[in-house]
């Protein structure tokens, strides 16, 4: 509903600005005391259609003070004759063929309207006087010194019937747009003494001559039936008729009716903006596929460019279009918008649609320009035959050239079909007008490593220059990761010491139109100190038992243990092993971690006391302890002799002795009281003299 009432909305302001009345004479060399009509000039050969367009683009160049705003001097002066040689039509060039010279037109004898359209909407054109204008040779095709000068609509109206049906908005588009380009057929017979032309509607003869609508009068009286004519400039010098202009009928047979020529207003002329234009239909609108309301043209950029407009013909007024570039097409479907716009225009020709979002193309990748109609079919270009104003009814074959995979219309059953396989000479009037060259995609930085085990205070990155770029951009994600410092092809990145994780960091060249495409991106891994955490297990094993100890487990990781005077350790790389011990104490457990990208952790130990699970037994007897590990009492058994008669020591590692208490001796054992030894592994030596018995004691206290 809201699309519809945007269209509603849209027809009844057109009917209302069309609904007024025009003054019953207009001149645009007077508009309030303002001349919007450059100086008629000379033609030379037949280059009357030339003089026309130009005319009228010059006094649309006035009208909207567009020459002036671009720093030009002067009144507006456009070169004809680049237009004559490089329309593209004729003898001496035609891109669409190789060789490109040789068919078509001879050059300085004819063209039209369509042929000028064509020469500009591809940006060939128009170049000032002052850069390419050359009747006798041909002018230089491009300087980079041109300026180039570029209609965004050229719109096709025309008096319906025998009547005057439609002249009120020939006159609006006048005075709103400034001069109009016309045709009449020029003849002795038709013009009188005082340089008012009329051609009879029943004369058989086409137009042969090219001219400018830029005034009129209602009430001028002709050799028609009834008044009204218009004012018109022409190309012949100032010398002639009226200081170069003179009057036609508004009767006439061909000024402001004939269709291809008979009032064309080239609107909103502007400085060319465009960086490159992608076109297949070099010749512009040549036919009209009326079946056809949807149609799309492929391409594949060239450079790094942004997408800014679509331009495309209209075949009806009052059209409703729909555009769109999209990125993808596969298995006969169009996908992945990438900009739309929708309108309306009101006028048949050719026109230039903005788009609301530019977008960004690579050098290689495929974009789709697609353009419906709500009404009159899709215009395309193809070989034809081309009238030769000064000839009259005479005409040429100008060749066109196609491509498989170019062009593409949808038929009623949805399917989309190439236009290759209808016409091998055919392509639709879709273009692409990017705006350029974007900087290139820059490498990807360079100068961190790729992972960081510790919070490190600053990393140091650069990126080679980008070519086509005023500056750089640098972006990191996620911003929680640290403080970016950007420095053009260099960049710092102050890493936040409390963050862990993935670091992505991006540059992208931008320059006065935007940023070009981002760089591969640069990941980061950042840690935090890994803590491997304390070692639990046995610290009094049994000398050769296997024993089991481990630290608390993280996914991902491997754990490096050591031992001195382990046997064997067994699990080595996981969170547990089991170690047997050899028969010397004390002894150390260590285990250090390590992530999967090569971070270390820190190194924790564990002191162990290995107990001898069994002493000679001619020296030891049968002396036994209990508990042992004890805490504060300990009882000896075993003994073969007297307790009583035995001298008690017990001794560390190292030698040193520590105090005993005797608690008790019976026939039983002895019971010691071990308050004063600290815990650790001691050697408990009874001696009576002759005999020495030993034990290992392990004293472990809460």
């Known amino acids: ?205 086409d137009p042969n001559h090219a001219v400018a609508i830029i005034g009129w009068d209602d009430n001028k009286v002709t050799q028609a039936p009834l008044p009204g004519a218009w004012l018109v400039k022409n190309s012949w010098g100032a010398g002639w008729g009226n200081a170069g202009y003179f009057w036609i009928s508004y009767y006439d047979k061909h000024c402001g009716r004939n269709p291809e020529m008979g009032a064309i207003s080239f609107i909103d002329v502007i400085p060319f903006p465009y960086y490159q234009v992608y076109y297949h239909d070099y010749h512009g609108w040549r036919d009209t596929l009326t079946t056809a309301n949807e149609a799309f043209n492929a391409f594949t950029a060239t450079d790094h460019e942004k997408i800014s407009a679509v331009s495309f013909y209209t075949a009806a007024d009052t059209i409703h279009y ?78 066109s050239s196609a491509k ?64 086509g770029a005023n500056t750089i951009v640098w972006a990191m994600d996620p911003p929680a990761a640290g403080t970016l410092i950007p420095q053009q092809t260099s960049a710092k990145v102050a890493v936040n010491p409390a963050y862990e994780g993935t670091i992505s960091i991006n540059a992208a060249g931008a320059n006065t139109l935007g940023s070009g495409n981002w760089s591969d991106t640069l990941e980061v891994m950042a840690f935090q100190p890994i803590l491997t955490g304390p070692i639990t297990g046995p610290i009094y094993p049994l000398v050769i038992q296997s024993v089991t100890y481990d630290v608390p487990f993280k996914q991902g990781y491997t754990y490096q243990w050591d031992a001195t005077n382990a046997l064997t350790i067994q699990g080595n790389g996981t969170h547990t092993v089991n170690v047997s011990w050899g028969p010397v104490s004390p002894n150390f457990l260590k285990v250090s971690t390590m992530n999967a990208f090569g971070c270390k952790g820190d190194t924790s130990s564990l002191q162990v006391h290995v107990l001898l699970e069994s002493i000679d037994e001619a020296e030891r007897g049968t002396l036994s302890l209990y508990p042992n590990p004890a805490s504060q009492f300990c009882t000896i058994s075993g003994l073969p002799d007297d307790p009583a008669k035995y001298r008690i020591r017990i001794t560390d590692p190292a030698g040193r002795e520590f105090p005993t208490a005797v608690t008790t001796r019976s026939p039983e054992g002895i019971t010691l009281n071990l308050a004063a030894v600290p815990n650790g592994v001691y050697l408990l030596t009874l001696s009576d003299g002759s005999l020495n018995l030993t034990a290992r004691l392990v004293v472990q206290k809460p």
């Open 322 to 399: 729909r555009a769109a570039v999209f990125g993808t097409f596969s298995g006969g479907v169009l996908s992945d918008t990438l900009s739309y716009k929708e309108g309306v225009f009101n006028h048949s020709g050719f026109h230039t649609v903005d788009l609301d979002s530019a977008v960004k193309i690579n050098t290689g990748q495929n974009f789709y320009v697609y353009v419906m109609f709500d009404k009159g079919g899709h215009p395309y270009d193809r070989t034809s035959d081309v009238p030769v104003l000064l000839g009259g009814d005479t005409r040429t074959s100008v060749p």
């Open 404 to 467: 498989p995979g170019e062009s593409f219309f949808r038929q009623s059953s949805g399917q989309w079909i190439d236009f290759y396989t209808l016409d091998t000479t055919a392509n639709f009037c879709m273009k692409a007008l990017t705006l350029g060259p974007l900087p290139a995609k820059p490498g990807q930085p360079v100068g961190a490593l790729p992972v960081y085990c510790d919070p490190v205070d600053t990393l140091h990155l650069s990126i080679q220059p980008v070519a």
């Open 1 to 205: 509903m809201k699309k519809l009432s945007l269209l509603a909305t849209l027809l009844g302001l057109t009917f209302l600005a069309y609904s007024q009345t025009p003054p019953t004479t207009f001149d645009l060399r007077n508009v309030s005391g303002i001349n919007y009509v450059t100086a008629v000039k000379s033609q030379q050969g037949g280059t009357c259609w030339t003089h026309g367009a130009m005319g009228a683009m010059e006094g649309n160049l006035l009208k909207t003070g567009n020459w002036a705003a671009a720093g030009e001097t002067g009144e507006p002066n456009l070169a004809e004759y680049h237009l004559d040689w490089w329309n593209g039509f004729n003898e001496h060039y035609n891109k669409d063929v190789t060789p490109s010279t040789g068919t078509g037109l001879t050059v300085h004898m004819g063209g039209d309207y369509r042929v000028t359209a064509a020469y500009l909407s591809r940006g060939d054109g128009a170049v000032r006087d002052a850069d390419g204008q050359s009747y006798t040779t041909a002018p230089t095709f491009y300087q980079p010194s041109y300026h180039k000068y570029y209609p965004r609509h050229i719109e096709w109206y025309g008096l319906k019937g025998s009547g005057l049906t439609g002249i009120d908005i020939i006159k609006q588009k006048v005075m709103d747009y400034g001069v109009m380009g016309t045709c009449m057929d020029y003849n002795s017979s038709f013009i009188n003494g005082s340089y008012v032309h009329y051609q009879p509607p029943t004369n058989i003869e």
